[in-house]
């Protein structure tokens, strides 16, 4: 079993910035990790993943203000959000999907709150 724990999250001004972290017990090597959100009343969104190789995807509304990052060593992915936005207000979750099996497995989330 693979069990994922987030933090990071809080109330930041617009403009400001969060580092989210996820950290994950077990072991599997092939993998990717990564983050999704979900607003009220949307839809859970994928915002960015990395893969163990190193492989990453950002939904287009993010790129340029966020960062994913990895430490294979410590099984743990970081997201760093600049230039906050009111609509980036969600939970976020960490995600990690073994490859060879294609399951699935998620964090409880942890809440990002962009307001004045």
């Known amino acids: 079993q693979v069990q994922l724990v987030e933090s990071g999250g809080g109330l930041v001004q617009p403009g400001g910035s969060l580092r989210l972290s996820c950290a994950a017990s077990g072991s599997i090597s092939i993998n990717r990790m990564g983050w999704y959100r979900q607003a009220p009343g949307k839809q859970r969104e994928l915002v960015a993943t990395?893969?163990?190789?190193?492989?990453?995807n950002y939904v287009d509304s993010v790129k340029g203000r966020f960062t994913i990052s990895r430490d294979n060593a410590k099984n743990q992915v970081y997201l760093q959000m600049n230039a906050l936005k009111p609509e980036d207000t969600a939970v976020y979750y960490c995600?990690?999907?073994?490859?060879?099996?294609?399951?699935?497995?998620w964090g409880q989330g942890t809440q990002v709150t962009v307001s004045s």
């Open positions: 990395i893969t163990s190789g190193g492989i990453i």
């Open positions: 995600n990690l999907l073994a490859v060879i099996l294609n399951r699935t497995y």
